[in-house]
């Protein structure tokens, strides 16, 4: 069946420093790719997306890009800060899986300042 | 339009009593899934709607979870009855159609003593 497979935290930096959080997945078909984020006492947001081979999600200077030959779709900041602290969601969804949304386990960050 | 709302946003209850979480979707949304989150067991889906319809209920944990869509603006998800091992974090999500993300509401936090 299909999954996510997202990197354990929690990953601690301090400000300013580069971020990656690592995301593969598993999937028949072309699934769309997500990355939510969940603030404390709040429900997920979605912070980017792509729904195809190449392409390149973008906001608030994140980035990710959909990677079908590693099933990968890591996610990126170049400079981060306090208020990016929070717990990040890989997701993918489907045909192949009824369109439900699949969730990695979810990944904390903490940014020091 | 306001979101996806769910209510109550907190809910105490002794073990044993009825619990009802409720949620009403986006306008217009075409899925409506239900989710619980545990520090244990993250994210997981429990049911979800398409068009009112139950498609898949695999999640549900037990006979004593049940999940009704009476109509496009409305669900409701019931536990009777409740037991301390589902305290959680409910989250209702909706989705306008198979490509596109979830929107989730601000979750009901249930703690079953």
């Known amino acids: 069946g299909n999954s996510v497979t997202q990197m354990e935290g929690p990953v601690t930096l301090s400000e300013e420093a580069f971020l990656t959080i690592n995301c593969t997945y598993t999937a028949t078909g072309y699934p769309s790719l997500f990355w939510y984020v969940q603030y404390p006492g709040e429900g997920l947001q979605l912070l980017l997306k792509a729904t195809k081979a190449d392409d390149k999600g973008s906001n608030k200077g994140f980035e990710a890009t959909y990677r079908k030959e590693t099933t990968s779709f890591h996610l990126e900041k170049g400079s981060v800060q306090v208020s990016d602290s929070a717990v990040y969601f890989c997701?993918?969804?489907?045909?192949?899986?009824?369109?439900?949304?699949?969730f990695g386990a979810g990944t904390r960050l903490f940014v020091k300042a | 339009d306001a979101g996806v709302i769910q209510s109550p946003r907190h809910e105490v209850t002794e073990m044993g009593q009825e619990v009802t979480l409720r949620c009403k979707p986006i306008s217009g949304h075409d899925y409506l899934f239900w989710y619980r989150q545990t520090m244990m067991r993250g994210l997981e889906l429990l049911i979800y709607?398409?068009?009112?319809?139950?498609?898949?209920d695999s999640g549900m944990p037990e006979d004593r979870f049940s999940a009704k869509m009476p109509n496009a603006s409305f669900s409701t998800l019931k536990i009777q009855p409740s037991e301390p091992r589902d305290s959680a974090v409910y989250f209702c999500a909706s989705i306008l159609w198979e490509a596109t993300e979830a929107f989730f509401g601000q979750g009901t936090r249930l703690t079953v003593v």
């Open positions: 709607f398409n068009n009112n319809v139950p498609i898949d």
């Open positions: 997701a993918l969804r489907a045909i192949t899986g009824g369109f439900k949304t699949i």
